[in-house]
């Protein structure tokens, strides 16, 4: 549920999104649309959020990473951001903010955004939207 608000309110304001299911789907959209901005969730179905934006950072060029969690310690915070996340955030986070967030990083369409299940999120160039409501 979280994921399709989160999709409706950037699509909203201009962004094309991209949703994954899983952190496995989340690191192949990445690497298909080489996105600026991906937003995950520690507790991902399969692969966790921290794995994932390990992997994500691995790469040249990666995005920039925001997590999304209500259940981060501090040293899990501080071990995201040590790793090179741009920010982790707890849950529920206020629209404005991540409004805000995602308008410094990304330009509306045709660049776009990717939420994975729950939100692994990003923000690409040519970007289509998958993952939507049947």
């Known amino acids: 549920m979280l994921v399709l608000t989160l999709a409706d ?12 299911a899983n952190g496995a789907a989340a690191l192949e959209l990445v690497r298909r649309y080489h996105p600026a901005l991906v937003f995950l969730d520690l507790r991902m179905p399969g692969m966790g959020g921290e794995e994932v934006a390990r992997r994500i950072l691995a790469q040249p060029g990666a995005p920039a990473i925001v997590v999304l969690t209500a259940v981060a310690t501090e040293e899990q915070r501080a071990s995201l951001l040590r790793m090179g996340v741009a920010a982790v955030l707890t849950k529920p986070v206020p629209i404005p903010e991540l409004l805000a967030i995602v308008r410094g990083v990304c330009r509306p369409a045709p660049t776009g955004a990717l939420l994975a299940h729950p939100p692994p999120s990003v923000c690409g160039p040519t970007a289509t939207t998958s993952g939507r409501r049947s």
């Open 9 to 20: 309110i950037l699509e909203d304001d201009g962004y094309r999104v991209l949703t994954a």
